[in-house]
T-cell receptor, first 107, second 117 residues
Framework: GQQVMQIPQYQHVQEGEDFTTYCNSS?????IQWYKQRPGGHPVFLIQ?????EVKKQKRLTFQFGEAKKNSSLHITATQTTDVGTYFC???????FGKGTTLSVSS | GAVVSQHPSRVICKSGTSVKIECRSL??????MFWYRQFPKQSLMLMAT?????????EQGVEKDKFLINHASLTLSTLTVTSAHPEDSSFYIC?????????????FGNGTRLTVT
């Protein structure tokens, strides 16, 4: 069945460093969504990408959808301690979730 | 807008008892709701898809007789953990899909921390 793989599983950075998480699907995705879950909280919707090659930005966050619509990435520029949490991608007709990337940031 | 209320947020129950968790969409109708289980520092594991007016679709390995799902209205889905055991202790989260298209963002409840003693 359809699978969504996400790497890395964990990432620790120093405050100010950049961070990227990657999402790969075994099949073409109609859309991809990104969510953030803070420690102890619930996932919160960040953004949705629909078009091939689409790039969207939210302040220091840049989201990209691959040309083949099989992969996506989330890049955070100059991380801050408030970026701490687990970032999930979800895609496809059944919104399959990746395993998430947990980001920790030390100041 | 698009608020999902999940209740209770925490529950402690004795082994062998049943626990009901409610998931309500407060300001929109949700034909489809999802139930997840999340272990510490792990991803969301989809347990079942709840469709209003029909039987829930369970993921492989999830016991439908143990995790009873009822989606009786367009704003309410319930998950009942029957005859709970300590291994059922976990964080359970629901999400609701506004409308009928999977192109819409999911809105999550705050989750329920279940502890079975």
């Amino acid at each position: 069945g359809q699978q969504v793989m996400q790497i890395p599983q964990y990432q620790h950075v120093q405050e100010g460093e950049d961070f990227t998480t990657y999402c790969n699907s075994s099949t073409t995705l109609s859309n991809i969504q990104w969510y953030k879950q803070r420690p102890g909280g619930h996932p919160v919707f960040l953004i949705q990408l629909v078009k091939s090659g689409e790039v969207k930005k939210q302040k220091r966050l840049t989201f990209q959808f691959g040309e083949a619509k099989k992969n996506s990435s989330l890049h955070i520029t100059a991380t801050q301690t408030t970026d701490v949490g687990t970032y999930f991608c979800a895609g496809g007709t059944a919104l399959i979730f990746g395993k998430g990337t947990t980001l920790s940031v030390s100041s | 807008g698009a608020v999902v209320s999940q209740h209770p947020s925490r529950v402690i129950c004795k082994s062998g008892t049943s626990v009901k968790i409610e998931c309500r969409s407060l300001d929109f109708q949700a034909t489809t709701m999802f139930w997840y289980r999340q272990f510490p520092k792990q991803s969301l594991m989809l347990m079942a898809t709840s469709n209003e007016g029909s039987k829930a679709t369970y993921e492989q390995g999830v016991e439908k007789d143990k995790f009873l799902i009822n989606h009786a209205s367009l704003t309410l889905s319930t998950l009942t953990v029957t005859s709970a055991h300590p291994e059922d202790s976990s964080f359970y989260i629901c999400s609701a899909l506004p409308g009928s298209s999977y192109n819409s963002p999911l809105h999550f409840g705050n989750g329920t921390r279940l502890t079975v003693t």
